[in-house]
């Protein structure tokens, strides 16, 4: 046993089945580029990008060296009335990325945290603009926004609400999810059916009383739930009936930001500005944990009341705005920029979609999804034994192929990174067709 291994048990790994893992440990030891390098020194190549993270590669030279160099200069200032200079050059390359009318930008660490701000500054909006009786926040069916309380109580994957139902926020419903395999089997890109179901959202002002909601939340491409790109038109009615009812529409943008449907934000992307985004993940290409939440002018503008020596919005954490982070998040602009990043990742859609569509006839595949370079192969369920078919090819491909793919119970789900090669690609995606013609 290595030494990686010697102490496995003391770790308690998130979202996974830990003694189904420590009896053959998947564990690596050192990235570069688009592959991985495991415990015992096998080489394999990342279909994942991280996790959803790392779309320029691991441990790209530039963002290693801002930080190397960071961490030497400052490592830690706090941000509550004193803040660093790398914090405040990030956000204002944040901003200048984002859709029109974004200016202002509040850090966090994570996505988590990102929504969880997001849900307190709808709320504090409206009770500065005297409608504090708007409290009511909507989720949606299958989305996920992290597993602090407020992004799983608007959250919407069952199994990540059900042992803590007890203790979720009140005052949170959901509309309807958008998958509906019986009309949008095998769609390329956005899927044709479906605009109506925005048209919940009219149900529930009507259930609750639209004035007494504040928010909406959803993903603008449902990402960890299985890759569910919004109906056409969708998007669009949300934004539609919020704006007739006076509820702020966020976009959570964990994902979707920083060129995974090769434009910064996929609200550029898919047309339709909400009030609020969420991001984090691709801020710094993963490499060191950070979030943030970007806010339209006038959602900002409205806690700008009162004296201007009080603090406006009672929330912050310890490492918002860490200066490593930061310096992190300037180079991955950096780079964004400097290597066409977004535009490379357009020019890798149609292959992408090519690629995961050939599977379309294989007899366990039920369905095919994708949009960008987000994408999903779903597998019919074992009779008896739901997500043993994608666990097992997620443990085949590590083992037997070389890959590190992600499943959701018996959803295959795919990030490629945004400067793939497309031969790489090419060939992970035969392994992967290996590997499922050999599972039952």
Not at 94 to 123: Q, R, W, Y
Request: hydrophobic share 40%.
């Amino acid at each position: 046993m290595s030494a990686a291994t010697d102490h496995l048990d003391a770790y308690w790994m998130p979202f996974t089945a830990n003694r189904d893992f420590k009896k053959k440990p998947r564990i690596i030891k050192a990235a570069s580029g688009h592959h991985y390098t495991a415990n015992d020194g096998t080489r394999l190549y990342d279909t994942f990008s991280g996790l959803w993270t790392s779309g320029l590669g691991h441990c790209h030279p530039k963002i290693v060296a801002a930080v190397q160099a960071q961490v030497a200069e400052l490592d830690y200032c706090m941000t509550f009335q004193v803040t660093n200079d790398k914090a405040v050059a990030l956000a204002e390359r944040v901003v200048g990325m984002a859709p029109e009318g974004f200016s202002h930008c509040f850090f966090t660490n994570s996505g988590s945290e990102s929504v969880d701000t997001a849900l307190k500054i709808a709320l504090g909006y409206h009770g500065a603009r005297g409608e504090g009786n708007r409290t009511r926040l909507i989720g949606r069916e299958r989305g996920y926004h992290g597993v602090n309380f407020g992004g799983m109580s608007v959250g919407g994957i069952a199994p990540n609400r059900k042992a803590f139902s007890a203790c979720l926020l009140p005052g949170v419903d959901h509309i309807r999810h958008t998958l509906d395999i019986g009309q949008n089997a095998f769609s390329r890109g956005l899927p044709q059916h479906g605009a109506n179901l925005a048209e919940d959202l009219v149900r529930l002002c009507t259930l609750h009383g639209s004035s007494n909601i504040a928010a909406v939340i959803v993903e603008p491409v449902a990402g960890s739930t299985g890759v569910l790109p919004p109906p056409v038109g969708y998007l669009e009615r949300l934004r539609e009936i919020c704006d007739a009812h006076g509820i702020l529409l966020i976009f959570d943008e964990v994902i979707t930001a920083f060129g995974r449907l090769a434009k910064p934000f996929g609200a550029q992307r898919l047309g339709v500005l909400p009030d609020i985004i969420t991001i984090a993940k691709g801020l710094t290409n993963g490499v060191i944990p950070m979030g943030a939440v970007l806010v339209r002018d006038s959602v900002y503008d409205a806690f700008m009341q009162g004296p201007e020596s009080m603090i406006e919005l009672f929330h912050g954490y310890t490492y918002s705005g860490h200066p490593v982070a930061a310096a992190a998040g300037l180079a991955t602009m950096d780079v964004y920029e400097e290597e066409g990043t977004f535009e490379q990742a357009a020019s890798l859609e149609q292959h992408f979609e090519d690629l995961l569509h050939s599977f379309s006839d294989h007899k366990h595949v039920i369905d095919v999804r994708n949009f960008g370079l987000m994408g999903a192969i779903e597998m019919a369920p074992r009779k008896g034994a739901p997500g043993a078919r994608g666990s097992e090819a997620h443990k085949k491909c590590f083992w037997d192929e070389n890959l590190v793919i992600r499943n959701g119970m018996d959803t295959l789900q795919f990030s490629p990174f945004l400067n793939s090669d497309p031969d790489e690609m090419q060939q992970s995606f035969a392994a992967i067709r290996r590997v499922l013609d050999s599972i039952e």
